[in-house]
T-cell receptor, first 114, second 110 residues
Framework: DSGVTQTPKHLITATGQRVTLRCSPR?????VYWYQQSLDQGLQFLIQ???????AKGNILERFSAQQFPDLHSELNLSSLELGDSALYFC?????????????FGEGSRLTVL | AQSVTQLGSHVSVSEGALVLLRCNYS??????LFWYVQYPNQGLQLLLK??????LVKGINGFEAEFKKSETSFHLTKPSAHMSDAAEYFC????????FGAGTRLTVKP
């Protein structure tokens, strides 16, 4: 158990819809990362937050957005969903200090868009 | 931007044989490098990391990796494969966002 919790584990929805994925980081970790994993694209970095502030942006589509709340949990919002958005979405958290940069991953949220 | 390239999307070894998974990085300065493992239906788990303290890094489950600046490589090895090592392995470089390679699927034959 990594200590990172993601909900829901599975989600099936239709094209054009909007979904929200939730992530609770490990206790004490200030950084949260979001990744998308698919067979054709591999593991793609989407976005990183540090203590509530956006720290870095990767290949995140404009239809996607995220935020990190004061209690450090994070949400990834996916809107106007397309078939190609079907993927496994991972959240990871990272500590500061000597172990900075080490990512602890949740078990992922599997999104299926029909 | 820094990146890593994993050579071979699929590696198959016999149980007890040497495991060698290849990773090359592109960076003009020594980066922080990582190996992660992903078991089926699970998230990624850190195996080991290189932070310039020592070129030979030992990780969990008997894995180790050697940083070679002259070859810009950070290959992952294990002397004797076990069935439980079957998984997908990712090399990663620490930059803003942690960039992962495409992954290498390791199969271990009995």
């Amino acid at each position: 158990d990594s200590g990172v919790t993601q909900t829901p584990k599975h989600l099936i929805t239709a094209t054009g819809q909007r979904v929200t994925l939730r992530c609770s980081p490990r206790s004490g970790d200030l950084s949260v990362y979001w990744y998308q994993q698919s067979l054709d694209q591999g593991l793609q970095f989407l976005i990183q937050y540090y203590n509530g502030e956006e720290r870095a942006k990767g290949n995140i589509l404009e239809r996607f957005s995220a935020q990190q709340f004061p209690d450090l949990h994070s949400e990834l919002n996916l809107s106007s969903l397309e078939l190609g958005d079907s993927a496994l979405y991972f959240c990871a958290s990272s500590p500061t200090g000597a172990r900075a940069g080490e990512l602890f991953f949740g078990e992922g949220s599997r999104l299926t868009v029909l | 931007a820094q990146s890593v390239t994993q050579l071979g999307s699929h590696v198959s070894v016999s149980e007890g044989a040497l495991v060698l998974l290849r990773c090359n990085y592109s960076s003009s300065v020594p980066p922080y490098l990582f190996w992660y493992v992903q078991y089926p239906n699970q998230g990624l788990q850190l195996l080991l990391k290189y932070t310039s303290a020592a070129t030979l890094v030992k990780g969990i489950n008997g894995f180790e990796a050697e940083f070679k600046k002259s070859e810009t490589s950070f290959h992952l090895t294990k002397p004797s494969a076990h069935m439980s090592d079957a998984a997908e392995y990712f090399c990663a470089v620490s930059e803003i966002g942690m960039r992962f390679g495409a992954g290498t699927r390791l199969t271990v034959k009995p």
